[in-house]
């Protein structure tokens, strides 16, 4: 018998979900456990880089002080594009583990807010069911 449960692995985009207006009201957030990509502009609306020292500052030396201080995990020099730590779990920094909710929604970065227009299957995205917490019947 097939189990109902559908298995997704964000890694595996032909086990994505063709979205539809809606669908994140249910969501666990799994497309928040993907690596988030930044640019300077995102970073500055975030309020982890200063408008000041993002016009004064070369990126390179931004990403120095971001990574010593754990907020960003790798730089593209090439491309200028920064990528967010995430949790030890591998959740977003920005995803509260208990709602499964965006804490910086309005500032989130344009990749976020893009999403699943664009990414590794436009139109789809990783979709999962919240599971609900058991009855303390």
């Not at 809606?22 to 300077?40: F, H, I, K, Q, Y």
């Not at 995430?86 to 893009?114: H, M, N, W």
Request: proline content about 6%; some cysteine.
């Amino acid at each position: 018998m097939r189990s109902s449960i559908h298995i997704v692995d964000v890694d595996r985009t032909e086990t994505w979900t063709r979205y539809r207006k809606g669908l994140c009201d249910s969501c666990a957030a799994n497309c928040c456990t993907m690596p988030v990509e930044a640019r300077l502009a995102d970073l500055v609306r975030l309020g982890l880089v200063d408008a000041f020292e993002a016009e004064h500052e070369a990126p390179k030396h931004i990403a120095k002080r971001l990574a010593k201080a754990g907020v960003i995990e790798h730089f593209s020099f090439k491309h200028e594009i920064f990528q967010l730590a995430r949790r030890a779990g591998g959740d977003c920094q920005f995803l509260d583990a208990q709602s499964r909710r965006c804490t910086v929604y309005e500032r989130r970065p344009d990749i976020c807010r893009k999403h699943p227009q664009v990414g590794p299957r436009p139109g789809h995205c990783p979709y999962g069911a919240r599971r609900e917490p058991a009855s303390r019947d």
